[in-house]
């Protein structure tokens, strides 16, 4: 299986199809095989790259990290693997805390992103909501309640019952010090401060269900000088696995416009 070394770190990838580079970045208890209905779709017409985040599917751990960190060592991680695959520029797609990292990675290689799309972003923890939600995931993280955490994330990406089988395997590859990690630098996190500087084309995509990412949605098409938002609808947060034909469409029609 192919890995690479990066910042000291196994990085598990997979790579297919053939022409312009594109690029995934999955969500927190996920893994490269949340874009399993993406890969065929998009490996005809683009050199399509998955991979899993440090502490997640089949990559390695971080060592020394300070919550405060993290993001930048994600999209440093991010930047090294793309310098080794002789990679330029690229397009770029990110779901949930996937957008994190892009942002991140944004904010300090932007000259390397031709187009990108985002997917249920949120630049901050800003709403009672998402307060609630991060910090019931750390308190089940805390008490090891991984079984609970798996069940959670397979059942809410999945669409059909293999897909839920399929997630919550990956979940439980989640490593617990890389999830406490991850969700304790979300409380240092504020992206918002820099997201006017970013001027590169980019979609927001979001599920027509998500009204609880409504404040987040205005945010970031009022901060972003060149986004446009759509909403898919009848879904929740996951529209690249609940609503895959949908997405793949729109995702095409951004990245081909001329």
């Avoid at 949605?217 to 690249?240: F, G």
């Amino acid at each position: 299986m192919p890995h690479l070394n990066v910042q000291n770190t196994p990085l598990y990838y997979e790579e297919q199809g053939r022409g312009f580079p594109l690029v995934f970045l999955h969500g927190m208890g996920l893994s490269h095989v949340n874009w399993h209905g993406q890969i065929k779709h998009f490996s005809k017409s683009f050199r399509v790259i998955t991979y899993d985040m440090r502490g997640h599917g089949r990559s390695g751990v971080s060592l020394a990290q300070r919550p405060a960190d993290y993001l930048l060592t994600l999209s440093r991680d991010l930047k090294q693997l793309l310098d080794i695959l002789k990679i330029k520029k690229a397009h770029f797609i990110a779901y949930s805390t996937g957008t994190l990292v892009l942002l991140q990675f944004l904010r300090e290689y932007s000259d390397m992103c031709e187009r990108a799309v985002l997917t249920g972003a949120f630049p901050r923890l800003s709403t009672p909501y998402m307060y609630a939600k991060i910090s019931m995931s750390y308190a089940l993280t805390l008490m090891n309640a991984t079984g609970f955490e798996a069940r959670g994330v397979a059942l809410s990406n999945g669409a059909t019952k293999q897909e839920i089988g399929l997630f919550m395997n990956e979940a439980r590859k989640v490593r617990r010090s890389e999830a406490l990690l991850l969700l304790r630098s979300l409380f240092f996190c504020d992206l918002t401060k820099f997201l006017h500087e970013l001027n590169v084309p980019i979609l927001l995509l979001y599920g027509g269900n998500e009204r609880y990412m409504m404040k987040y949605r205005h945010m970031m098409l009022t901060s972003l000088p060149r986004a446009e938002v759509c909403l898919v609808p009848k879904t929740s947060h996951a529209c690249p696995t609940k609503a895959s034909a949908t997405f793949n469409m729109l995702v095409e029609d951004f990245l081909t416009a001329r």
